[in-house]
Each structure stands twice: as C-alpha cells, then as structure tokens.
C-alpha cells in the first residue's frame, strides 16, 4: 500500500474512533446540556495544543456480550495540552461510550496519563462524567480505580491535581476526585454520590432525586467535596484557567510571576471595619483592599464562609490568604471551618506558597452539637495544619483574636514569622462582656446597680487586655500598625521571607488528627 493510501486508512481510522459512541448517544449528551469529552479537552486547553494518546485502545470485556460490543477508546480520551502556553496532562471521560464507565484498558488509560504527569512534574486535570466501575468487567474495575488511587496519592503534594465533575461520578468514582486538591462542579450537571437514589430506595425505601442526594449545590455548600461552583461547562473551564495562573506546576517550582500591580479597591481600608466593635464586615474588603489588582480569587467560597481561602498575589506572586469572615458566625472556627482551613493550608504548605492570615473572630463554635460533631479533632487539624507549614507565615490581627482563636490563627506560638495587629485588635482569653462577667461576678451582683457595675467592670476590662499593646510588650505581636501600612508591611516581610529555610526533625511523616 502506497504512503497516501496509509495516511488515508490513518484518518478514516481515527474519524471513526473520534465520533466516540455514536451519533444518538452524543445528541443524548447534548441534550442533557453537556459538551462531549472532545469538546471539553478542545475547550479548556489552547488552540491546536492537544496531542491524544491512545485512541485506538479498546477494552478487553469478554463477559455478558461485551466481546461483540466496540468501545472507541474503552470510554476515555487521554493527552497533553497546554494552557497559557503551560504543559498539562488531562484525560476526558467519554459518557457516550458505555456511560463513560471504568473498565481495565479504561483505567490503564488513566493511569497512564497520571504517571505521565508525576514523571514529567505537570498538573493533572481529569474531567468526570462516569456510570463508575464498568458492571460487566467486575473485580478488573475495582482493580483499575484502585490504580488510580494508589496514583492519586503518590502524586498528592508533588503535582496539582484537578478534578471536574461534569456528568455522574458515581459509585468508587467518587474516591478518586476526593484525593485530588481542588474539585470544580457544575450547576444541574454535576452528580456525585456513592450510592444512587436506585439502590437508595431499595435498601432503605427512601426516595430522592439526583440533585438532592449529590449534586452541584449539595457538595459546593454541604459536604464540602467541591471548591468551585459554576453554572455552566464554559464558566467552569475559565476557573481551571484561572486557577492554573495561580498555582505552581510542581512542588519544587514557585508559580509563574505576575507583573506587580496596586490594588484598585474603591474602598479606604480605613473605613472597613465599622467602629462599633459587635458590627461585622466583609474581610475579603481587606484582601480587595491589600492584594494586587485587588484580585481574589476564593476557594470553596459556599462551603463554611465563616472562614475565607484563596490565592491573590502581592507585588506579582502567589500568596493563600486565610482570613476569619465576621458577616458569618462573628468568623468562628467550627468543624467545618477548621477543616477548610487545615487543607487549604497544607496545600500552600506543599506547594511553597506563603500563607497571609487575616485574624478577626471570637474563637471555637460552643456548642453540644460542635462537641459531638468532633470540634476537638477538627479544631486540631488547624493547629497542627498551621504548625506543620515552613512557608513564610504572616498574620495580620484586624480586631477579635480571643482565646483559642488567638492561639490557632496562625499565632507566634504555633510558628508565625510575622505578627502584626491593627489598633483596633483585641487579644484577650475571652470576649470583654463574658471575662467581665466572671472575674468580676461578685461586685457586679453585689453593686447597687448592677447593670451600670457591668459596664464599668467590662470597660475595665477592655482597657486593660481588648487591646493589641499588651501582646505587644511581650513581644508576641511584632509591631502595631496603621491599616493604610498593611500592604507595605506585608511586601517588606514576604520579601524578607522569601528566603526563608525552617528544618524540622526527620520523620516519615507526622500523624495529623485526620
Ligand atoms: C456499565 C454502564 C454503567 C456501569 C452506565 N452504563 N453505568 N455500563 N457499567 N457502571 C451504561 C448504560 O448501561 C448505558 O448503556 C449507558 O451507560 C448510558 O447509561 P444510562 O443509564 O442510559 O444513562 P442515564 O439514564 O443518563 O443514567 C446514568 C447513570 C446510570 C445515573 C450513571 O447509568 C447509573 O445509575 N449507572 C450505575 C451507577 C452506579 O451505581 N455505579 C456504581 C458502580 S459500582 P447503553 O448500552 O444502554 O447505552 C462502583 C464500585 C466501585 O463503582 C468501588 C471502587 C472503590
């Protein structure tokens, strides 16, 4: 056969195997609002930059009449790309073929593509859309998402791992995303759970719906399994991009530089916290007010806003803010929150970003339900999270950083590098009106006015500890500062920082209060 009539046997070949499962079954995807696995890849990476791997791959099912049945790609397509002129590895989940589920070649497939990413140090991006472990296949698609795991935690720490769930992820296919670091959903599309609303209902004679049960909504704010939230598959990619400039590509890199930029926040940062002390306010006014281009980009934002993650950049670099959200809860920390927090702080850890810790809230949740839901071991997590970490290691106390609180917000005993307060921080064991009520009990029951007794006694007591000066003569605040300095000072000690080394005793790893 001569070259040409090769080359034209190539891409008849290849034609075939691209229309994936067939005319019908992609005008069903469409009509669920979806865009095929291609149309995903070709979308989120640049021009003309995907190269596919594996196209002719077809599953090796013998069982209940798959040997007759023709998988193109066994269900998954897999390749690099770049983004932003970046290398990235993706793979693509095919719904069209067999509903995208996991059978042997299609995991192979997978976890070809991930030990491609950990061997080249590029992040991973894996879109979703899956009926789970190919039924017909049996225990070799068990075998394959236990491959994939196993992938997903070596590489954990080591490359950025991105999971988007654009269709089902049902059944063990779950698992896989849980171990990624940062989840992107989309609203009506996106449905994650264990166990379907089927065997639901026959097991427990419960009736729910998809969305109900898993989805977008459901792990953006409940169970906290996503950190993006969109509403479309459009919007959810150019989040990947924008995500993608923040991060490093690997733990051993720094992210790509930015050109420096002032913040252009219309706002005085004078004028952000209210005077009344009880009053709340947004915080993310103050990251708006001190990050470059007041550009913020939040994390799991639905998910426990009492506490706000995310990535900004000071003087053109990668910094993670963690800062208390007073306009939810007075900005406690609670089992969720710590959570959120330890995770994201790890995560800055790893990847060698610093960590900006804003402080403005009245301590740990009380409560018997917080108790009972674990506070202790998930409260830990922030403490031993934030003590781990060997990144530069900033806090800024805006105003609230009592008892607890105090302690876990990134404090000068848990390893902080820099400690600033606003004028308006209180350092105190507990909240003025509480401790007055306490070590003051006997004069104000005894006094003739007690009420009136109160008050003096917790003006006392503000003037004595709800401020940052007493802190401050035991050094544990480095400088008091004006709020208008806040951005510069931050600069001058991330600058300071940048080279930073902190050795640690050698172990295999530490055992965190998971
Ligand atoms: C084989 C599957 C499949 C699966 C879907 N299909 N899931 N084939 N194994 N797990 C096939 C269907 O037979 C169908 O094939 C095609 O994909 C499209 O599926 P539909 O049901 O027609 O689509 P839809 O109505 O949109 O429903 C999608 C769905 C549903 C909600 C995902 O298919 C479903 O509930 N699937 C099973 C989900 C599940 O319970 N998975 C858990 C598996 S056990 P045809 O040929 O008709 O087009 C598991 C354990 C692993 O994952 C544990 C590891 C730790």
Redesign the pocket.
Known sequence: MSLKRHILDLRRRKQKVEKGGGET?IEKQAAMGKMTARERILYLLDDKSFSEYDLFVEHEGRDFGMDKKELHGDGVIIGTGTIYGSSVCIFAQDFTV??G?LGLMHARKITKIMDHALKMRVPLIGINDS??????EGVNS?AG?GEIFYRNTIASGVIPQISVILG?C????V?SPALTDFVFVVDQISKMFIT?P??IKTVLGEEIS?EDLGGARIHAEITGNAHFFAHSEQECFEQIKKLITFIPWHNDQKAKPFPPRDPKFEKNIEDIIPSDPRQPYDVRDVIKAIADDSDFFEIQELFAPNIVIGFGRMSGKTVGFVANQPLVLAGVLDCDSSDKAARFIRYCNAFDIPIITLEDMPGYLPGVDQEHAGVIRHGAKVLYAYSEATVPKITVILRKAYGGGYIAMNSRHLGADFMFAWPTAEIAVMGPEGAASIIFKKEIEEAIDPVKMKAIKVQEYIDRFANPYVAASKGYIDSVIEPKDTRAILLHALEVSSTKTELRPEKKHGIPPF
């Open positions: 079954a067999a509903g589920s009926g789970g472990a190919r039924i017909q068990l998402y089902p049902a059944g063990g296919a698992y379907g089927n065997v998809m």
